[in-house]
Nanobody
Framework: QVSLVESGGGLVQAGGSLRLSCAAS????????MGWYRQAPGKQRELVAA???????NYSDSVKGRFTISRDNAKNLVYLQMNSLKPTDTAVYYC????????????????????WGQGTQVTVSS
């Protein structure tokens, strides 16, 4: 079973920094796309940043220049470095992965799509 586990959330003052981590596990051979989403109270979940296995990145306009996404393909990890945090960044941050190839031995492969973590709370105080 494939799972994603986030860590690194917390409470920080405006202008501060946090680094989120997400570890994927479960007989994984490769992961095509990984990303971070967030959902603030009363708002829809939105894409924050995404990164392909080749390292190509995409950011929402609201975080460009402040957040950096990176990944370690060998360890199935993805990170989100968040700098110059604002109160408007307060949200639950979710790790997501798409097209995860897994191997279970005896030439048995599987591909998982749209896998999500449980989320980690980020609160930025003014």
């Amino acid at each position: 079973q494939v799972s994603l586990v986030e860590s690194g959330g917390g409470l920080v003052q405006a202008g501060g920094s946090l680094r989120l981590s997400c570890a994927a596990s479960g007989n994984i051979i490769s992961i095509d796309l990984m990303g971070w989403y967030r959902q603030a109270p009363g708002k829809q979940r939105e894409l924050v940043a995404a990164i392909t296995s080749a390292g190509n990145t995409n950011y929402s306009d609201s975080v460009k220049g402040r957040f950096t996404i990176s990944r370690d393909n060998a360890k199935n990890l993805v990170y989100l470095q968040m700098n110059s945090l604002k109160p408007t960044d307060t949200a639950v941050y979710y790790c997501a992965a798409n097209k995860i190839t897994t191997y279970y031995g005896n030439d048995r492969y599987d591909v998982k799509f749209d896998v999500w973590g449980q989320g980690t709370q980020v609160t930025v105080s003014s």
